[in-house]
């Protein structure tokens, strides 16, 4: 059971920034492209962010420049930066890892008050 462990998410007033982090194990991550997804109550799951094995991104449009994917290779970890966080950000996110097929994390919270 390929297991993604996720950490960061909590409550926050907009404008505020939270730090999203995904450790993967070894065989998985150096492997993988990387992303997060979010869902909203009553929506789909959406791609936030992605990054590939060479460290090109990809973003939603809403996010762009506004939050940041990263990868540490030696940590076998991936980052969501997210900074000015607004009202429409709230959801639960997810940690994804792509190879032969799509790994998962459990899921965090993320919940922005105005």
């Known amino acids: 059971q390929v297991q993604l462990v996720e950490s960061g998410g909590g409550s926050v007033q907009a404008g505020e920034s939270l730090r999203l982090s995904c450790v993967a194990p070894?065989?998985?991550?150096?492997?993988?492209?990387m992303g997060w997804y979010r869902q909203a109550p009553g929506k789909q799951r959406e791609l936030v962010a992605r990054?590939?094995?060479?460290?090109?991104?990809a973003y939603l449009d809403s996010v762009k420049g506004r939050f940041t994917i990263s990868r540490a290779n030696a940590k076998k970890t991936v980052y969501l930066q997210m900074n000015s966080l607004k009202p429409e950000d709230t959801g639960v996110y997810y940690c994804?890892?792509?190879?032969?097929?799509?790994?998962w994390g459990q899921g965090t919270q993320i919940t922005v008050s105005s």
């Open positions: 990054i590939d094995r060479g460290g090109s991104t």
């Open positions: 994804n890892a792509r190879v032969w097929q799509d790994y």
């Open positions: 070894e065989n998985i991550f150096s492997l993988a492209a």
